[in-house]
């Protein structure tokens, strides 16, 4: 539930989605699920030459089996508050 929070924070900023088969996709996060899936809206690809087909696509449904990395903004992560909660997850998941 920690990166569902994070990137539920995340919407509405512009993200760069690395999937596996090695398509990037850069766009603006819309939505995201507890299962990671992710909806970006204005998209466009970081290399049109290899994948001209994703040229007249504005909008993706990601699924989020498919991700290997997701590129967030510098500016908008706080990574001391991401590895605190990290922590306490952790903490809370060992008394169990």
């Keep these: 539930m ?3 929070s ?9 993200v760069v989605v690395e999937l596996k088969n090695d398509l990037s996709v850069c766009g603006t996060l819309h939505s ?3 299962f990671l ?3 970006l809206t ?8 290899k994948y001209p087909h994703m040229l007249s696509v504005k909008n993706c449904f990601i699924r989020g089996s498919v991700v290997r990395y997701v590129q967030l903004p510098a500016d908008e992560c706080d990574t ?3 590895q605190d909660a990290a922590r306490k ?4 998941n060992k008394k169990r």
């Design 2 to 4: 920690l990166f569902y």
């Design 6 to 14: 994070f990137f539920k924070s995340l919407v509405g900023k512009d």
């Design 32 to 34: 995201v699920d507890q």
């Design 37 to 39: 899936n992710i909806k």
């Design 42 to 49: 204005e998209i466009s690809v970081t290399d049109p030459d």
């Design 80 to 82: 001391q508050l991401l």
């Design 89 to 92: 997850e952790a903490v809370q």
